[in-house]
């Protein structure tokens, strides 16, 4: 069964890149354009200036969605990533470019109540304890289980697999269908500490500002938009001096749209002093930290989801 412009699809690699344009990659990111992806590879092998690299837009993760709108003879399929809401570009989702073979046609799986992988990182095997059949599954990615756990060992349905593969029961939870506190959502996002600054990251591997946030919440079972803009638009705006832990800090420039967010971790102290947790470009990882003075002087509000 061949993709098709017009029809939905779904992600069948652990992790994929949605791209720019077919001609905007480059040779170090062979890694990342295979059919089994090699996340942890494709990053280990960038410079810092390659790490930030704009022919990247964002990540999408095994089994999620997307809308067809290209096949090109040459392997690429152009489509919309409509689990990563961005209003701005397309009214369905993130727009941009994957190698065809990281997908595969929509074929539906009877309903089930979905798990979310809770481990940083696991892989799906051919049987429990068996061979790695889906290597570098990341926090944050939904499953559909294919039956009860048997012996420590979940079966999961994945796509472009006929038979069910494996995971250990502890790595996946039912996805939560409350909204969550902010404890749970800085514990989420304190699991990602030191996790390097990628352009575009949306995975354990390399994550950006707005990719945190929307895995820390896509974990807990609550879907925000992908870029940084667009979740200030999604969120509601609090008065500076009422934040508290959980709520987001948006960053702009004058006369510029917003640029940088990040979690706030602490209620603001005397002297405005704040603190959060963030992927921060300028040193290229998630860390935790007071907000320096040239960080406070972008700062232009505060929301909570």
Same mark, same amino acid.
Do not use: N
């Given at each position: 069964?061949? /993709? ?6 779904? %992600? ?7 791209? +720019?344009?077919?001609?905007? %990659? ?10 089994? +992806? ?42 919309? #990533? ?6 701005? /570009? ?18 539906? %799986? ?28 990341? /926090?944050? +990615? ?8 048997? &012996? ?16 250990? #029961? ?52 609550? /879907?925000?938009?992908?870029? #940084? ?35 706030? +971790?602490?209620?603001?102290?005397? &002297? ?34």
């Amino acid at each position: 069964m061949e /993709l098709q412009p017009g029809r939905e699809a779904v %992600v069948r690699v652990a992790v994929a890149t949605l791209w +720019t344009s077919p001609e905007a %990659v480059r040779a170090v990111d062979r890694p990342a354009l295979a059919a089994r +992806t090699d996340i942890a590879g494709w990053i280990a092998g960038m410079d810092t200036d390659q790490q930030v690299g704009d022919c990247v837009l964002s990540q999408l993760l095994l089994g999620e969605r997307v809308l067809v709108t290209e096949v090109r003879p040459d392997g690429w399929a152009h489509v919309v #990533a409509v689990e990563q809401p961005a209003a701005k /570009l397309h009214p369905r989702g993130y727009p941009g470019w994957l190698p065809a073979e990281q997908l595969v046609p929509d074929a539906g %799986v009877a309903d089930a109540e979905p798990l979310v992988v809770d481990a940083t990182v696991t892989a799906l095997r051919t049987a429990p304890g068996g061979a790695e059949a889906v290597p570098g599954v990341v /926090l944050g +990615t939904r499953l559909v289980p294919a039956g009860p756990p048997v &012996d420590g060992w979940r079966p999961v349905h994945a796509p472009g697999h006929a038979d069910p593969l494996w995971l250990p #029961a502890a790595h996946a939870v039912p996805v939560p269908t409350t909204p969550p506190s902010a404890g749970e959502v800085l514990a989420v996002a304190q699991r990602l500490l030191d996790v390097v600054y990628i352009w575009g990251g949306v995975s354990a591997y390399g994550i950006d500002c707005s990719g945190l946030v929307h895995l820390a919440w896509r974990r807990l079972g609550v /879907l925000l938009p992908r870029d #940084a803009d667009d979740q200030a638009a999604a969120t509601r705006p609090v008065p500076l001096g009422t934040e508290r832990p959980g709520d987001l800090y948006f960053f702009a420039r004058p006369g510029r749209k917003i640029h940088h967010i990040g979690i706030v +971790t602490a209620e603001p102290g005397p &002297d405005d002093d704040r603190r959060m947790l963030h992927a921060c470009y300028r040193q290229r990882r998630v860390l935790e930290e007071r907000l320096p003075a040239e960080r406070t002087a972008t700062l232009v509000g505060a929301h909570r989801v």
